[in-house]
């Protein structure tokens, strides 16, 4: 009869712990919680606004040394060749040794200088003597007459021979030794006009070279100035009319697209090239670096005005199924599509050229979801 109560309590201790197990387990009747709803997005409305475009001529082009720049070094004498002291790419300055010659030439030229000089202190020699010997009427006027022609005449001789010299690149500090027979060298020194980048060169030593033998005498050197360099484009005759002188012209490597080069028209050609039906148009182009190149085949753009036209953000263009829209406010939250014509893009816009007015409010962001309800 003991053993009961001890039976009782132990089932009461089984329920409890059952109990506790049983409240730890999740209700099944629970729901699971519901996610917060995500806003709509946000829609933004714009006016389209008019901006300036310009508009561009693009076209091909060739570079070209600037000519009005560029010097041809051509034989002053003829003689042989000693030595040549420039070579292609040398940077000179006005008066850079070039080149040596020797020159019967200059032999010549010193020779009969020596003697215009000796000629023209006899002759005034003569005619002192002859007014002198006039005065005590020793001889006749016509004595006179003719000594002061001979005295003319070789002043002009020794002007002449002077000349000749100076043109051979003899300095007049040389004059008095060549009259003085003190000089007497053959050799010529050819030097550089003005400064420059040497880009030919076509002489050698112990060459021949010759003088006035020729309607078109070698170039023994060709100095270019390559700060500036010209750039020759072809422009197609119905575009000829919107080109004119003084025009912005963009030029662009196509290796290099993102790097400009601007200048200015400067000469429109009065023909048509008959082989290509095109008009050379010639601009001045600054080249910094020298990166620009004679004979390189570049893009070119010319600018040929400025025009005010209605643009939209590019955003706000939808095209779907070949067809170009926007969503146009017509009333509170709603829209319509308006098929549009679209033009030129211009930083970050888009030219339209027929479907809105600047009355309109276009939908620029927020787009997404009122493509599927407008109509």
Known sequence: ???????????????????????????????????????????????????????????????????????RINATVTGRVLEVLARPGDVVEPGHRLLVVDSSDLGSSKADYAKAVADVERAEAALKLVRELFEVRAVAQKEIRDAENESRRTMAERERSASRL??????REQFPDIAARQDVST?????????????????????????????TPANLFVIADLTTLWVLADVYEPDVPSVKPGQTMVVRLPCCPGQPYEGRVSYISDSVDP????????????NPGRTLKAEMFVKVSIATGAARV?????????????????????GKDAHERRAVTLGADIDGAVEVQRGVTPQDRVVSEGSILLKRTAK
Request: net charge positive; aromatic share 2%; charged share 15%.
């Open 166 to 171: 100076l043109t051979l690149g003899v300095r």
């Open 310 to 330: 209605l643009t939209v953000p590019q955003s706000a263009v939808h095209r779907e199924n070949g067809t170009t829209y926007v969503l146009v406010e017509t």
């Open 275 to 286: 082989q290509t039906r095109t008009v050379k148009v010639r601009g001045a182009v600054p």
């Open 187 to 215: 050799t010529v020194v050819i030097t550089a006009p003005r400064s420059g980048v040497i880009v030919e060169r076509n002489v050698t030593p112990g060459q021949v070279v010759s003088f006035g033998q020729s309607d």
């Open 1 to 71: 009869m003991r053993a009961l109560p001890v039976v009782a309590l132990v089932l009461a201790l089984a329920a409890a712990g059952c109990g506790e197990r049983a409240s730890d387990l999740p209700a099944a009747s629970a729901k699971p919680a519901t996610p917060p709803e995500t806003p709509p997005p946000a829609v933004t409305t714009v006016a389209p606004q008019y901006r300036m475009r310009l508009s561009a001529l693009e076209t091909s082009g060739k570079v070209m040394f600037n000519e009005e720049t560029l010097v």
